[in-house]
């Protein structure tokens, strides 16, 4: 046998050397070793066979720019678990099955033979519901992008997403239990609360079942999040950071009957320290039915008449009208017929005719919607104001305004544009919802410069499961087709057609059929809107994150005027009750100054020493200033104008500036709003 010595330097073996230098090399550059010791880090393990493929390759991007920020797309409204709601039959098949595809993605038991039971795609897409209800593997009917009723999210169709450049998924745990007690089919009872908890298991079980493809706990790409710092960790190492939410009509129980709610402010605080203790971070108040919180935007058409006559059959009141105090309206509201849902209705009653020019509800927030709102400022919950009547979102926008709170989002296209500024002027995140290339395109356009002025991005809300339909073809003869293979937006990964069993889906001529043609989607945009508007897309993970991220951090602002000394003009004389100046500074709601019935009165507030003035806040009782300013003094005689209005409105007003150094305030109204004179509930004097 022979044997071979080692050459010495030295008087050392060179492999001693090489060990040394290798073991140096692990610690100087430790992200090199860990990449090396981590290839194809983004491939399970062992992915359930058969399944469907992604048709992605290339290593998803991780890290954050130059600046530190994340990178990504956000799909601010996605419904992954909706087959869970409406008694679990409305949406047919799951997104995922520790039984596999075949279990995962079948119609529901109603839907065999033909699809002569399907009465609710037959109400949603028209014709007589008929379809082949085979799913895995041939998918000839469905999923397709103008059926309501079929999957859409399953797991493998978001991982082809999340490999397409997705970065941060909003969840919103959904259901409606009117639609689900009307429903011919469901196979679980009807309560909200219990679908919604439901729903959250569900999410938490796929990420498990995505985990154990990889490995284990915590290493699959399907991250759930609970807060924004979280979010940022998990886009870092590449995953998909999921973020939960709740859109539903009756949260809380807090349903109204002839317009008597069904709720408490103890319901509420229950309901969310529930949610919260679920993970969900952000919520609507309301969704398609008026409620004990908040009136609603309407829907319109056959739709918008078939949900109104939900809304009675919940309430006992149909929607109400009136003309819009502003240049915000609600949607128009629904007139055409709907056959099938006026059907439900008691013998007598019909669903009444509406003013053309009386186009907002009348309800907006209620005393306890108000009380919801501040509840989720107090747990650091983000607001969807979407679905929102104009009137409630305005009266929302007061109250965050009035606490500068950033946590707002419109997710999905459903707030009125002329909201959009106020929005993001507080820090808030907009979405538009997925509509097709062109349109999404042009208002992305049309909104680039409120973007620009604000240095945010951009965010589509899907909507995927969500009853709402989605991007058509453009045809397979269009002049500018997305072509296949194309690359993703950070460049590092190739994209062909999606195939799942016997069925491969093209967007020219499929159009957006299911969650994993949202890559296909934005090529499609970059192909028909430009390159500029897919950056601002891609920017929108950082823009969600940072909006979410100023919600936790946020502090109350010190109220400078509380239980400062104060004077008046005059004070309203009343033998039982005071109105008195210093009632508008003592922090209780239920006290109040008031003037005379004339006008040019003022209130001043003083605070002790100069202090530096920024935001003035005034509650409103319904004797409020139409016009009126904001002044400010160093001595109590000397007064500047700092802010104005003629154009009050009452309610919740706030009055920002530049920072003035003051040690006087004062309110000075110059017309009235009412025949009485000048009311305020409170009045809050703040730095920041």
């Known amino acids: 046998m022979a044997v071979t010595r080692q050459p010495h330097i030295g008087g050392r073996p060179i492999a001693v ?38 048709n992605v390759t290339g290593e998803p991007f991780k890290g954050t720019d130059a600046q530190g920020n994340v990178r990504g797309f956000v799909d601010a409204h996605d419904h992954i678990m909706s087959n869970e709601g409406f008694g679990g039959r409305l949406i047919c098949g799951k997104p995922f099955s520790d039984l596999g ?80 007690s009307v429903y011919f089919f469901k196979d679980r009872g009807c309560d909200e609360m219990a679908a919604i908890r439901l729903e959250a298991q569900k999410s938490y079980d796929m990420q498990a079942f995505v985990d154990k493809m990889y490995g284990g706990p915590g290493k699959g790409w399907f991250r759930i999040v609970t807060d924004s710092a979280q979010a940022r960790e998990v886009v870092k190492q590449g995953k998909l950071a999921v973020v939960l939410g709740v859109e539903t009509s009756e949260p809380f129980g807090c349903k109204q009957i002839l317009d008597v709610a069904q709720c408490s402010k103890q319901d509420i605080d229950r309901g969310l320290d529930e949610l919260y203790g679920l993970g969900v971070r952000s919520m609507f108040l309301c969704h398609k039915f008026d409620n004990a919180l908040c009136g609603v935007r309407f829907d319109e058409g056959a739709l918008g008449t078939a949900i109104n006559v939900g809304q009675f059959l919940s309430t006992g009141t149909f929607w109400q009208t009136e003309k819009c105090a502003g240049p915000q309206h609600d949607n128009p509201i629904g007139l055409a017929p709907a056959p099938q849902a006026q059907g439900e209705l008691p013998p007598g009653v019909a669903v009444p005719t509406y003013a053309a020019d009386a186009q907002c509800n009348t309800r907006g927030l209620t005393a306890l919607g108000e009380y919801a709102v501040r509840g989720m400022m107090k747990r650091k919950m983000m607001l969807e104001v979407d679905h929102m009547s104009v009137k409630a979102a305005g009266q929302a926008f007061d109250i965050l305004e009035t606490e500068s709170y950033p946590g707002v989002i419109s997710s999905h296209s459903w707030m009125d544009l002329g909201w959009t500024e106020r929005l993001y002027k507080l820090g808030g995140f907009a979405a538009q919802y997925m509509n097709g290339s062109e349109g999404f395109s042009a208002e992305a356009k049309r ?49 062909d057609r999606q195939t799942a069993g016997q069925r491969t889906w093209d967007l020219n001529t499929d159009g957006a059929a299911h969650y994993g043609l949202v890559p296909d989607w934005i090529e499609d945009i970059r192909i028909v809107g430009g390159q500029g508007v897919v950056d601002d897309l891609f920017r929108g993970a950082e823009s969600y994150l940072r909006t979410w991220g100023a919600s936790e951090h946020h502090q109350a602002g010190v109220n400078l005027a509380a239980g400062a000394a104060t004077s008046a003009s005059t004070s309203e004389w009343n033998p039982f009750t005071s109105y008195a100046p210093g009632r508008a500074v003592d922090g209780d709601r239920g006290t109040r100054w008031a003037s005379d019935w004339s006008d040019d009165q003022w209130l001043s507030v003083d605070l002790g020493s100069q202090r530096l003035v920024k935001r003035v806040t005034l509650d409103w009782e319904r004797a409020y200033g139409r016009a009126y300013r904001i002044e400010t003094s160093a001595d109590g005689s000397n007064w500047q104008t700092v802010w104005s209005t003629t154009t009050g409105d009452g309610g919740l007003d706030t009055a920002r500036f530049a920072g003035v150094p003051a040690r006087f305030v004062r309110v000075h109204g110059q017309g009235r709003g009412t025949q009485w004179g000048y009311s305020l509930y409170e009045v809050g004097v703040y730095s920041g």
């Open 101 to 180: 595809v075949a279990d995962a993605l079948k119609d529901c038991p109603e839907h065999y033979p033909d699809g002569s039971l399907a009465v609710f795609d037959f109400i949603t897409k028209g014709g007589d519901g008929r379809h082949d209800p085979t799913g895995w593997p041939t998918f000839k009917d469905w999923p397709a992008h103008d059926s309501l009723t079929h999957q859409q999210n399953y797991y493998a169709w978001i991982e082809r997403a999340w490999r397409g450049g997705q970065r941060v998924l909003v969840n919103d745990l959904v259901t409606n239990g009117v639609i689900c």
């Open 17 to 54: 050397l090489s060990l040394l230098l290798a073991m140096l090399a692990m610690v100087l550059g430790p992200t090199q070793g860990a990449a090396a010791a981590d290839p194809d880090w983004w491939d399970p393990v062992a992915r359930p066979a058969p399944d469907s493929a992604i």
């Open 447 to 495: 909104t680039q410069a409120l973007r620009e002025k604000y240095n945010v991005g951009y965010g589509y809300g899907t909507d995927m499961n969500g009853v709402g339909g989605w991007p058509g073809p453009r045809g397979a003869n269009t002049p500018n087709p997305v072509k296949y293979p194309f690359r993703s937006t950070d460049g590092g990964s190739v994209i």
